[in-house]
Structures are given as C-alpha cells and as structure tokens.
C-alpha cells in the first residue's frame, strides 16, 4: 500500500494551520450573519426575531477551534449540515434578501465543513508521516551477515 501523504507536496505545518483559519472565520462569519440576519436584516417579524439564538450552538465550539482541538472539528464537521439544511431550505422557500443570506449561509457551512475536513485529514496524515520518519525501520528479512 502507498503512503499517499509523501506525495502532498503542500501538506505543511502552514497548509494546516490556514485550514484552521478558515474554519475559525467561516464560524465567525456565520454567527456574525446569523445575527445580522435574524435581528437586523431580515428578521421574521419586525424588530428582531427570537431566531437569533441559534447561533448559541455555534459558539460552543468557538473555543476549541482557537485551542486548536482536533475532536472539536470533527464533531464541528457533523453539527454544521444542520445549518446547511436550514440554507438550503431558506433559499429554496424565501424571497429576497432572506433567500440571500440563506444562500451566504449555505456557502458558509460547506467552506466550514471542508476546512474542518481537510484540517483533520492533513494532521493526521502529517502525523502518521512524522511517525514513519522518527521509528526505526525493523527488519523482517535475513540479515546481509547471513548471506
């Protein structure tokens, strides 16, 4: 079997470190146009909506995202496609600027999603590979001294 990770040549420290910052702003971002959206924007009553609380349960992971925790963005990776699903069905099922920011909202969730993916794939690719390079190679063959 081939170690695909060797032949990555943009998997670096770096490469995973802007996939964090992309998680951590579109998070930022959904909040901020969560808010916006139901308060401000285009709320569903005048004056601000009572929606605008959930955004709550994308705080939480706020933290573990800048503590760069990697069970936070795999757990982060699932809870999202709730978000995704209200998108898609308030683009489909709104009119004008709510059908809009529903649309920014679904862009958003799959930016997030891909980050959060690519960030685990390449550290634990960058981990297995850092393993490969540290352990010493056994052998499982005769030795040259026998031959």
């Known amino acids: 079997?081939?170690?695909?990770?060797?032949?990555?040549?943009?998997?670096?420290?770096?490469?995973?470190?802007i996939t964090r910052w992309v998680a951590v702003g579109s998070l930022l971002a959904l909040i901020l146009l969560g808010l916006l959206w139901e308060l401000w924007l285009a709320p569903l009553r005048?004056?601000?909506?009572?929606w605008a609380i959930k955004v709550l349960p994308l705080c939480w992971p706020l933290a573990g995202l800048l503590k760069n925790r990697m069970y936070t963005y795999r757990w982060v990776s699932l809870m999202i496609w709730l978000y995704f699903?209200?998108?898609?069905?308030?683009?489909?099922?709104?009119?004008?600027?709510?059908?809009?920011?529903?649309?920014?909202?679904?862009?958003?969730?799959?930016?997030?999603?891909?980050?959060?993916?690519?960030?685990?794939?390449w550290r634990f690719q960058m981990a297995r590979e850092h393993a490969a390079l540290t352990t010493e190679p056994t052998s499982t063959g005769p030795s040259e001294a026998s031959k």
């Open 46 to 50: 005048e004056g601000g909506s009572w």
């Open 85 to 121: 699903i209200e998108g898609v069905v308030r683009a489909w099922g709104d009119q004008g600027m709510s059908a809009g920011l529903a649309l920014i909202e679904t862009i958003l969730c799959v930016v997030l999603f891909a980050a959060c993916a690519f960030h685990v794939r």
């Open 1 to 17: 079997m081939n170690d695909s990770s060797t032949n990555l040549p943009f998997l670096t420290p770096k490469s995973i470190e």
